[in-house]
């Protein structure tokens, strides 16, 4: 093996990138669940019925940003 080959080491940043990853993960997870709460207000405030707040669950939330 070469001078300049790491055997048994990962990218030198990796907990970084992990830290990023699990980061923008919680934010997902955060944001659901704000929506979740929020929807029965947001349906009472603009007098939608259930059919318009399920456009806006996931999975179909993130291809309608206009929601």
Same mark, same amino acid.
């Given at each position: 093996?070469?001078?300049?080959?790491?055997?048994?080491?990962?990218?030198?940043?990796?907990?970084?990138?992990?830290?990023? *990853?699990?980061? /923008? =993960?919680?934010? !997902?997870?955060?944001?659901?669940?704000? *929506?979740?709460? /929020? =929807?029965?207000? !947001?349906?009472?405030?603009?007098?939608?019925?259930?059919?318009?707040?399920?456009?806006?669950?996931?999975?179909?939330?993130?291809?309608?940003?206009?929601?």
């Amino acid at each position: 093996m070469g001078e300049n080959e790491q055997v048994g080491q990962g990218h030198p940043r990796r907990w970084t990138i992990l830290f990023a *990853l699990y980061t /923008a =993960l919680l934010v !997902i997870v955060v944001d659901n669940t704000v *929506l979740n709460v /929020a =929807l029965p207000s !947001i349906a009472r405030v603009f007098e939608a019925g259930t059919g318009g707040c399920k456009r806006c669950s996931m999975p179909t939330r993130w291809s309608l940003p206009a929601c």
